[in-house]
């Protein structure tokens, strides 16, 4: 049976790896197609499709989206967008400039803590226009001002901690309408984690497409409980390792097993939505 992995992360958002190397392990572990779903950004699916084409591992498109329903936080996974769609485009560049002005902002905090670090020294390690907490992690550490990347987010980053600054979030149903527009599927990202339940029903509503059902935080219990909501709902299901490389410890790719099926759905939802967008397609 073939297996795929539809959440991983690279170095163009809070991952570690290269459009290489996520394609490399994709192959090592004897993946037959990968999604890359950087946090707003698209910035490495060009070249991390070309060195899937290389390796002959199927690519899909795909983004992870941060919004707020009701208070609470979700994310929201698009797969099999168009990668040049303009208000993708436009839309995420505003949650990239949010993300820099963020990153300003906590140095700024850091610096007023007495704490020496360069935002120079954060962007030139980040390197990727949708910088996080991460990278200020990493270049606390480099810096030498932190012994760990825990003990940053300890001391510093963690949320309602001295240098921690709250991001602005769009909301779920705005989530959904932006990667709809851009030819894509809408799938809830690791509800588990975020114990979101109550929200699903009015997110179906809004046209919400699939659960991530496999994820690495989904004990096997939770696992079930998803498909079993998946199918209430008639809702696609997806998974993935949520693998961000090196930044947390040891590398996930490949550690969740997703079914190859789950991916032919997807692709039939996707060319669906594509079609219902064109503008004769529809009675
Ligand atoms: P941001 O989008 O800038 O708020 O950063 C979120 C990223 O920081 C996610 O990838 C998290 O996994 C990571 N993160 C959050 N809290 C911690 C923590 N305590 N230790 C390590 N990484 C963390
Ligand atoms: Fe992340
Ligand atoms: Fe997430
Ligand atoms: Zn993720």
Redesign the pocket.
């Known amino acids: 049976m073939a297996f795929v992995d539809l959440h991983l ?1 690279s170095r163009f ?3 570690t790896y290269a459009p290489e190397e996520v394609a490399a392990q994709a192959q090592r572990y004897g993946l037959a197609a990968i999604a890359l779903t950087d ?2 950004s698209v910035e490495g699916c060009p070249e991390t499709e070309r060195a899937c084409a290389a390796v002959g591992i199927e690519f899909i498109a795909g983004i992870e989206l ?1 919004s707020e329903q009701e208070e609470n936080e979700l994310h929201i996974l698009g797969y099999c967008i168009d990668t040049h769609n303009a208000r993708l485009l436009t839309e995420i560049a505003r949650f990239q400039a949010v ?1 820099q002005n ?2 300003r902002e906590m140095v700024e905090r850091l610096n007023r803590l007495r704490v020496p670090l360069s935002v120079d020294a954060v962007f030139a390690l980040a390197n990727c226009r ?8 990493r270049a606390l550490v480099a810096a030498r001002l932190c012994g760990s ?2 003990e ?3 001391r510093f ?3 309602n901690r001295p240098a921690w600054v709250p ?1 602005f979030k769009m909301s779920g149903e705005k989530a959904l309408e932006l990667i709809h527009q851009a030819g894509g599927v809408a799938v809830l990202a690791h509800p588990g984690l975020n114990r979101t339940d109550q929200v699903i029903p009015g997110m179906v509503e809004a046209g919400l497409d699939g659960i991530e059902c496999f994820h690495t935080k989904h004990s096997t219990v939770t696992t079930e409980r998803y498909l079993e909501l998946a199918d209430r709902f008639h809702l696609l299901v997806t998974g993935g390792s949520d693998c ?1 490389g090196l ?2 410890g040891k590398p996930l790719i490949g550690t969740v097993r997703v079914p190859y099926q789950h991916v032919e759905k997807l692709k039939a939802r996707a060319a669906e939505i594509k079609t219902a967008a064109l503008p004769h397609a529809s009675p």
């Open positions: 992360h958002s809070d991952g946090h707003d941060t993300r963020r990153i949708a910088p996080g907490r991460p990278h200020v992690a990347l825990d940053a987010f300890e980053l963690k949320k991001k961000h930044n947390k």
